[in-house]
C-alpha cells in the first residue's frame, strides 16, 4: 500500500472509531457508573480525533502517530484557532482565550488518563489500579479531582468544542 493510501486509510479509521467511542462516551455519561468508565472512552475519543486529524498532515510521521497516545494536547491547542472558530467567536476575543486556555488544561488532563503516560509523576488512569503514598487506589473509586472541570462552564465549552471537531472533519 502506498504511503498516501495507507495514511488516509488510517485516518478514516481513527476517525471512525474515535466516533464510535465519543458516542459510548455520550451514552455513558447518562448511565451514573462509575466516572472512570466514561472518562476512559473520553479519552480514547479524544485521541483518536486527534490521531486522525493529525494523519491528514502529509508530512506527519504515520507510524509515529498511529504508535504514541500522546497528541491531543497539540490538537486542542491548534483547532480552536482555526478559521471556522475564530469566526464564531469574532468580537468575542476575552471568551476566545478563556475557552483555549480552559480546553487545553482539560486536554492535559485529559491525555494523562491513558495508562501510558507519566505513569510515576501522574499514575491515574481511567483503566488500572495504582499506587500512592503505600495505597492501592482503584479507578471506579477515585473521584479524578483534576477533571472536575468538565462540569463547570469551562468544561461544557470544550466538550462542545471536541464535538465540533467531529462535525468538522
Not at 40 to 68: F, P, T, W
Not at 70 to 77: A, Y
Not at 111 to 118: R, Y
Not at 137 to 156: E, I, K, N, T
Request: negative net charge; hydrophobic residues 35%.
Amino acid at each position: 500500500m502506498s504511503g498516501g493510501d495507507r495514511r488516509v486509510q488510517f485516518a478514516a479509521a481513527f476517525y471512525d472509531q474515535a466516533l464510535s467511542d465519543w458516542k459510548v462516551y455520550g451514552h455513558l455519561t447518562r448511565l451514573g457508573l462509575p466516572r472512570c468508565h466514561e472518562l476512559h472512552y473520553l479519552q480514547m475519543a479524544c485521541e483518536k480525533l486527534a490521531k486522525a486529524y493529525r494523519l491528514r498532515n502529509v508530512s506527519a510521521d504515520v507510524d509515529g502517530i498511529i504508535s504514541r497516545h500522546t497528541g491531543f494536547v497539540g490538537f486542542i491547542n491548534v483547532y480552536p484557532r482555526s478559521p471556522a472558530i475564530l469566526a464564531e467567536y469574532e468580537g468575542q476575543d476575552a471568551r476566545h482565550k478563556e475557552v483555549c486556555r480552559t480546553s487545553s488544561t482539560i486536554a492535559r488532563e485529559i491525555e494523562k488518563l491513558a495508562p501510558a503516560i507519566d505513569r510515576e509523576e501522574s499514575p491515574e488512569n481511567a483503566e488500572y489500579p495504582w499506587e500512592r503514598e503505600d495505597t492501592v487506589l482503584v479507578p471506579c473509586q477515585y473521584p479524578f479531582p483534576a477533571l472536575s472541570l468538565l462540569d463547570a462552564h469551562g468544561g461544557r465549552a470544550f466538550l462542545k468544542l471536541v464535538d465540533r471537531a467531529f462535525r468538522d472533519y
